[in-house]
């Protein structure tokens, strides 16, 4: 089945900092790949939509500036936690579609703890 | 917006019982699907379903697409404990990769040996 990977799988930072996760498709090219957070014991909750070589598309309540996403290329898309705060810790999920009619497939997740 | 909504939220059986779940929405999905997601990572996929009155079956798990397209259930036959775990459905309007996913709430499945 299609390969979804996320790096790191945990981190910790400051307050203030900033955070950048990597989510790769591994064997396949995904032009969409999706961003979701999970606060404990709820649901995934998606933040937005990274498409490649154009604007990410972001939920209503999701600050975009807060949140960078940026897709490079057909494997790689990225997101960026500027100046997190501990409001900001959470399971972050990327998912991408290994074809055009095809469904999701969820990276492993990164846990991100803000102190 | 759409809502999903998943019941039992959680639910306790013993090993070799069989469990069911299901979801509601209230507007129609083009396609369900259901995951399962273990403590600390992400979901994985278990089943999807493409066409209303679909019943498919993979292994010990049987799902169905309601025909309304507004339904769907999960059936898990002869549980073992490592059914443990988050059982979450998903709802998918458009019928491009590009289309967003809706999620249910979640049941928790504890499976006493």
């Known amino acids: 089945g299609a390969v979804v990977s996320q790096h790191p799988s945990w981190v910790i930072c400051k307050s203030g900092t900033s955070v950048k996760i990597e989510c790769r498709s591994l064997?396949?090219?995904?032009?969409?790949m999706f961003w979701y957070r999970q606060f404990p014991k709820q649901s995934l909750m998606l933040m937005a939509t990274?498409?490649?070589?154009?604007?990410?598309?972001?939920e209503q309540g999701v600050e975009k500036d807060k949140f960078l996403i940026n897709h490079a290329s057909l494997t790689l898309s990225t997101l960026t936690v500027t100046s997190a705060h501990p409001e900001d810790s959470s399971f972050y999920i990327c998912?991408?579609?290994?074809?055009?009619?095809?469904?999701?497939?969820f990276g492993p997740g990164t846990r991100l703890l803000v102190l | 917006g759409q809502q999903l909504n998943q019941s039992p939220q959680s639910m306790f059986i013993q090993e070799g019982e069989d469990v069911s779940m299901n979801c509601t929405s209230s507007s129609i999905f083009n396609t369900w699907l259901w995951y399962k997601q273990d403590p600390g990572e992400g979901p994985v996929l278990l089943i999807a379903l493409y066409k209303a009155g679909e019943l498919t079956s993979n292994g010990r798990l049987t799902a169905q697409f309601g025909i309304t397209r507004k339904d769907s259930f999960l059936n898990i036959s002869a549980s073992i404990p490592s059914d443990v775990g988050i059982y979450f459905c998903a709802g998918q309007w458009g019928e491009t990769s590009g289309s967003r996913l809706t999620f249910g709430e979640g049941t928790q499945l504890t499976v006493n040996p």
């Open positions: 064997d396949f090219q995904a032009t969409t």
């Open positions: 990274s498409n490649e070589g154009s604007k990410a598309t972001y």
């Open positions: 998912s991408a579609p290994p074809g055009a009619r095809e469904t999701q497939y």
